[in-house]
Every structure is written in structure tokens, then in C-alpha cells.
């Protein structure tokens, strides 16, 4: 097991990999076909991987987690892809809960609701899309109405990571919808409290552990300090949060990608035909090259967004750029992966047609590669113009 940031971390930060590569072996990778299967999200091993800690990585030590840098998340990312990226992605959204809850100035949410998540006794999720909004996030039209008491939330969420198994969702809600982003605030939304009713999770081409889904909200009442970030703040809160998932779903798609070419490699060196291994033969070796090269060129884009991240410098354009890149690169690789073991890459042994379906949800999730291209475009010249 050799991950790409693997030699960046500490002997503290290797041991906390090593667990959860483990765990990924043991576990994800033995079962990933069979939840696949069956359509669901295996709530047993997501407790599992809160027994060992995989749920504490980004919580700050004094909340009781393991306050790990952002490269470490990556890494970890990136081992678990290997086997599952939908699994891996679940996992994750419960962490980003507990890790932004740790931080708030509720006493409830840092000293009830983080233990939980972290515990695997509570699942979390953030909810920014609807049915009729997507990339354009401004245009949410759950609203939040400010009455006796709190706020009273009403509308439907769709497309949300754990929507059929999370307990606590960070809500994102229209509180003015004259006022555009400026009127979207943010609230902790609980499933177990009136007003809420989750949707039946969506059937999928693939990826059924990410357990994607929705919820509508009815008349749900949240009291003020379930507030998580008021109007004007929430919509930076949410881009900040994007931003930085942006170089984590790259970096699953260079576990996904490294997984399928290892795959390749092994049975093209095994294979005969015309009275030589599959990889002597030229053609087939350099496509398989061409993977290697944008693996690596992957690679770099991640290492290289994390870094900012991690030394809290501008990350925007960098985490654009691994995530479009990964967008572009992942699905056409994989292919030739498969294409490359003939016939036996479809076998579900090889697990690579997960890959497939999860390359096409890395395309959407925290913004499509189209709207890696806008975020690029707008860029530009402030990044690359002659007054850079
Ligand atoms: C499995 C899965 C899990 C998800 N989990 C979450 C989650 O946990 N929380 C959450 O809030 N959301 C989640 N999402 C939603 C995800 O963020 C959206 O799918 C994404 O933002 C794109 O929105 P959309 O699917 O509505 O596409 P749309 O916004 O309807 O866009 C449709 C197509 O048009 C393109 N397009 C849109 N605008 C432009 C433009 N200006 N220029 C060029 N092209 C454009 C898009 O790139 C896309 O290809 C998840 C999605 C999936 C598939």
C-alpha cells in the first residue's frame, strides 16, 4: 500500500493511514460489490470505521478528535477510493459534519452532536441542492421564516449525500429571496424532530453507498441557535466547504484511477496473447502509459491544492483545477483500464465498473466539471494575465 502523499506524513499521521488502509482491505474491499448489490449503504461498517477513529481526522484535538491536516484527509481519500469511493464519500460527509459542529458556539452541537457523529451513533450530511437547484446554488427555494421561537423551514432537498441515514443535516435555506446569495443562511436541521420526512433514496446507475437522496422540511421549526451561519455568511461558508471537497473528490478519483491501473498491470502481465504478455505488446503498454501520465499529472494537482489548503493559502483556482482535471481524465482512464484486461475487466471480481459509475458522480458532486471550467474562466487573467 503506497499512496501518493503516503510520504509527506508524519509517523503519527502513517499510523492513522495505515488503520484505515486496514480497514479498506478487511472490510470495504470485501464487501463493496455485495452493498453495491444490494442498493444500500452499509451502516455496520460505517460504524466500524467510526470505532476506529476514521470519523475523529478533522476535529480539533480538544473536541476529542484527531485535528489532522488537510493532506492526511486527501491521503486517506485516496486509500479508501481504492476499494470504494461511494463508501469513502458517505464516510466523509458524517466527518464534515462532526468537524464543523466542533466549532460552533452551541454547547449542544460541540458537546452532544460531535461525539455522536464521531461514534458512528449519529450519521451527518450537508444539504445544499433541491430538485431545482444544482450548480446554481443561489436559487435554493427552501425558505427559512423568522416566527416566535426560531425559524420556520419549509421545502425539499434532493441530491444529499447519507439523505437515507443521516440524523443531522447542515441545511442551507432562502431566508429573502429578493436578496439572492446575500439571503441564504445555514441551519442544523435534525431528522428525528417534526417537520422533517426523508425521501426514499434514488436508484442509481451505480454508487449506492454514497446513499444520495432527499428530505422535505414542513413547517420544521429551528430554534435561533440552530443558526449556523445567519444571511450574507452562509453562502461563503458553503463555497469555503466546496472548495476544499473539490480537492478531496479529486483525490478519490486518483485512488479509483491508481486501483484500476495496478488491476491492469497485473493481469496484462499474467495474460498471453500472440506468445507474449498483454503489456509486451506496444499498443496496448502505452495506453497504458497515457493513464500513468494523467494519474500523475492528477497526482500533482491534488498534492498541490492540499498544500494551500494546509498552509491556508488561495486554494480556489488549484482545487478548480484538480477537479476538472479529475472530471476529464477519470472516466476515459478507467475505460482504458477495462478495455486494456478485454473482456475480464467487466468481471464485479475486479470491482471496476464501481469506478466507472463513482468517476460520473465525481463529475457532479461540489460542483460539475462545467462549473470547474467557470470558475477557472473567471480567474484568469488575475492568475495568468500580464499583471499576474
Ligand atoms: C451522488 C451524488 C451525491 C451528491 N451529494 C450532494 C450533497 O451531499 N449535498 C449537496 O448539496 N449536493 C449533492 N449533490 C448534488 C451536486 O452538487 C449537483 O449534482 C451538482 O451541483 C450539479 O447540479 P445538478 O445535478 O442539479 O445539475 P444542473 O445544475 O442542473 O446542471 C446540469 C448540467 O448543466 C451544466 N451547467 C449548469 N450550469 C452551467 C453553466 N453556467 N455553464 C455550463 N454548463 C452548465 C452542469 O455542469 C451539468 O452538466 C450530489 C450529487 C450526486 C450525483
Known amino acids: 500500500m503506497g499512496g501518493f502523499l503516503r510520504s509527506a506524513l508524519t509517523v503519527e499521521e502513517a499510523a492513522f493511514l495505515d488503520r484505515a488502509a486496514a480497514f479498506t482491505a478487511n472490510t470495504v474491499a470485501q464487501h463493496a460489490n455485495e452493498w453495491e448489490r444490494a442498493r444500500r449503504q452499509p451502516v455496520e461498517a460505517l460504524r466500524e470505521a467510526a470505532s476506529l477513529g476514521l470519523l475523529r481526522l478533522e476535529t480539533p484535538k480538544e473536541q ?7 493532506l492526511v484527509k486527501l491521503a486517506l481519500c485516496e486509500e479508501m477510493s481504492r476499494a470504494d469511493m461511494a463508501f469513502t464519500f458517505s464516510m466523509v460527509n458524517t466527518q464534515n459534519v462532526a468537524a ?3 466549532v460552533s458556539p452551541v454547547a449542544q452541537h460541540r458537546e452532544e452532536h460531535v461525539p455522536a457523529l464521531m461514534s458512528g451513533a449519529l450519521f451527518g450530511a450537508t444539504a445544499l441542492s433541491e430538485p431545482g437547484a444544482g450548480s446554481d446554488f443561489s436559487s435554493i427555494r427552501t425558505s427559512a421564516q423568522k416566527v416566535e421561537g ?11 449525500t447519507n439523505a437515507a441515514i443521516a440524523d443531522l443535516f447542515i441545511t442551507y435555506v432562502q431566508t429573502d429571496v ?3 446569495w446575500r439571503g441564504i443562511a445555514c441551519f442544523l436541521v435534525d431528522a428525528r424532530k417534526p417537520g422533517f420526512t426523508r425521501c426514499p433514496a434514488y436508484d442509481l446507475m451505480g454508487g449506492h453507498a454514497i446513499g444520495a437522496g432527499g428530505f422535505m422540511l414542513e413547517n420544521y421549526l429551528a430554534s435561533d441557535e440552530d443558526m449556523i451561519a445567519p444571511p450574507g455568511e452562509a453562502f461563503k461558508l458553503a463555497m469555503k466547504g466546496v472548495n476544499g471537497a ?7 478519483c486518483v485512488g479509483m484511477l491508481g486501483h484500476a491501473l495496478e488491476t491492469a498491470l497485473a493481469y496484462g ?23 500513468a501520465n494523467d494519474l500523475e499529472a492528477l497526482r500533482g494537482l491534488v498534492a498541490h491544492a492540499g498544500h494551500l489548503i494546509d498552509r491556508e493559502e488561495d486554494a480556489v483556482m ?4 484538480a477537479k476538472k482535471f479529475a472530471g476529464r481524465v477519470t472516466l476515459p482512464r478507467l475505460a482504458d483500464c477495462i478495455q486494456s484486461m478485454g473482456a475480464a475487466g467487466l468481471r464485479e471480481e475486479y470491482g471496476l465498473h464501481r469506478h ?26 488575475k492568475a495568468y494575465g500580464p499583471a499576474a
Open 356 to 381: 466507472l459509475a463513482c468517476a460520473k458522480i465525481a463529475a457532479y458532486t461540489d460542483g460539475s466539471t462545467e462549473m470547474m471550467n467557470e470558475r477557472i474562466g473567471a480567474g484568469l487573467l
Open 64 to 70: 476529542g478528535g484527531l485535528g489532522h491536516r488537510y
Open 269 to 291: 502481465a499474467e495474460r498471453r496473447a500472440f506468445g507474449k504478455s498483454l503489456l509486451e505488446h506496444q499498443g496496448l503498454n502505452w495506453s497504458l502509459g497515457d493513464v
Open 246 to 252: 473539490r480537492v478531496y473528490v479529486a483525490a478519490m
Open 100 to 102: 464543523r459542529l466542533a
Open 318 to 321: 488549484a482545487a478548480a483545477h
Open 178 to 180: 429578493s436578496a439572492g
Open 150 to 160: 426560531g425559524w420556520r423551514l419549509d421545502g425539499e432537498k434532493g441530491w444529499i
